[in-house]
């Protein structure tokens, strides 16, 4: 026979199972869940057993809840009558008593009757009557004793762990005291070695390195601004200009053989100074781009030819956008100071005050930068 | 304790049948499980280790339960027996099924109230508790 065709006798369980995870079960009452579904359970057996084919699932939920309420009205009554009687444990005349309570509402025969024995009263005659009338009808399932206590875990002592207390006047029963770890705070990085003379030693040996290689570029294009002739091709504007052939590349001339033209003259201080100042920034440029600043420029000037060389380099353009970004990273430095970390904001000023004071020193207030 | 009329052989004859429907009990296995008795039983203070009064208990509500039930069975027969017009269906055919009427209609007899709600005025967008969202 099915219960609507919900549930079998067998298989009650499993549709119970399945009615509850189809359902959201109700927020209240989260640990009751298991002891509200074996309820169900068993109320739904007894309609069964009452001959209903099928059940409403609210009318089941609410038929549980009133056996649990039942039971739980039952045990208090009974409960009440051992505490009256001064006892703690309950007794089958506690039980009784409190089926005459519950059964008030809708009486049973010998309820009038106070002379009579409780034991022969009618409710447990009524019991009687049911037990021998009703045919057996197990719960479906087995059910686990509940609720599962759990065993508290216990703290392992210093005896337990065999270590030796921390001092005399800890006996070693009482617990561990927690692992180091948990309360030391030990760095994670690993500790860089530095060596704070050794990296002198290096950045020095690098400034002098660019140095060697710039002065070996001054005194290449002294020697070339000296033998070669003016400039080959025409120029426009700030120094833009394309180079036929690299001059470089070509052999150097005997002095003489080839007479500089004496047109560009009159532009020769303009176009020197600042081809002089693009090279004198040009040390700096590369010392920045390099990471290592030069710190005396000085140096440079004195290597520096008497005869201005009028060639126009190719890389004057890309000097000349160097030269910009400079002053923009000068001219901003001192806006976003604040926005850099200290050591940065320390190399970005040093250069652009270098810079700045390189301008300054040379007799010319170009401020094409 | 009692003065009563019926004397000591009714006493022992009342104690007699305790105690042979007690350990009949033994033998009788109820539809609630012994567990879930105890569990609620411990939760409301009761205290006793005796498994004899632990399985009155379940009997006892499991009296009440089938007649609640079967007064609800009542109900429905009578609902379906009740209609004039069988000539369209047969009602007598058609599956009795446990409703919220008919349990409330029943349990009003043993003094317990139940009313359940026709129909919601909510929206069904709204988080609500399905099992009384169903029928009827």
């Given amino acids: ?369 | 304790m009692n003065s009563s009329g019926a004397g000591g052989d009714g006493k022992h004859d009342d104690d007699s049948a305790l105690a042979e429907f007690l350990s009949s009990l033994m033998d009788y296995t109820p539809t609630i499980p012994d567990e879930l008795v105890e569990h609620y039983l411990a939760r409301s203070g009761f205290q006793c280790p005796d498994l004899r009064l632990t399985r009155l208990v379940a009997v006892a509500a499991q009296k009440f339960i089938t007649d609640v039930a079967s007064d609800a069975l009542q109900h429905c027969k009578a609902r379906l027996s009740a209609p004039v017009k069988d000539k369209s269906k047969q009602p007598k055919e058609k599956k009795l099924i446990l409703t919220m009427d008919d349990l409330s209609k029943a349990l009003r007899e043993n003094g317990v109230n139940l009313k359940h709600q026709e129909y919601f005025a909510d929206s069904p967008q709204l988080e609500m508790d399905p099992s009384t969202r169903e029928e009827n």
């Fill in chain 1, 1 to 369: 026979m099915n219960d609507g065709g919900k549930e079998s006798g067998q298989d009650n369980q499993n549709n119970n199972s399945t009615k509850k995870s189809s359902l959201p079960s109700p927020s209240s009452g989260g640990a009751d869940d298991f002891s509200r579904s074996i309820a169900k359970i068993a109320v739904s057996q007894v309609c069964e057993s009452a001959g209903f084919h099928g059940s409403r699932h609210s009318a089941l939920d609410s038929l549980a809840d009133i056996l649990i309420q039942y039971i739980h009205d039952l045990s208090k009554a009974s409960h009440f009558y051992a505490n009256l009687s001064g006892r703690t444990a309950c007794n089958v005349f506690d039980i009784i008593q409190g089926l005459k309570d519950l059964e008030a509402p809708r009486g049973f025969p010998g309820a009038s009757d106070i002379h009579q024995c409780a034991v022969g009263s009618g409710v447990i005659k009524e019991i009687t009557r049911f037990v021998d009338t009703y045919e057996e009808n197990p719960f479906a399932r087995p059910v686990p004793s509940f609720p599962i206590a759990r065993q508290p875990k216990p703290i392992t002592s210093f005896a337990q762990v065999g270590e030796a207390t921390a001092g005399k006047h800890i006996p070693d029963w009482l617990p561990v005291f927690p692992d180091q770890h948990t309360y030391i705070h030990t760095p994670v990085w690993k500790e860089r070695t530095s060596d704070p003379k050794a990296d002198k030693i290096e950045q020095v040996r690098q400034r002098r390195k660019a140095e060697g290689s710039l002065l070996g570029l001054q005194q290449r294009l002294a020697c070339n601004g000296a033998a070669m002739s003016a400039p080959a091709v025409d120029y426009i504007g700030k120094g833009k200009q394309v180079v036929g052939s690299n001059p470089f590349l070509a052999p150097p001339l005997p002095p003489g053989e080839k007479q500089v033209s004496e047109v560009v003259v009159p532009d020769e201080p303009a176009e020197g100074k600042r081809v002089s100042i693009l090279e004198t920034f040009a040390p700096a440029i590369e010392a920045a781009k390099q990471g290592s600043f030069i710190p005396n420029v000085s140096l440079k000037n004195r290597v520096l030819p008497s005869k201005r060389p009028t060639v126009h380099f190719k890389f004057g353009v890309d000097k000349n956008s160097i030269a910009m970004q400079v002053s923009s990273v000068a001219a901003g430095a001192k806006r976003d100071t604040w926005f850099l970390r200290d050591d940065e904001k320390d190399d970005k000023k040093r250069r652009a005050e270098m810079i700045l004071k390189e301008s300054m020193e040379k007799p010319d207030g170009l401020a094409q930068l």
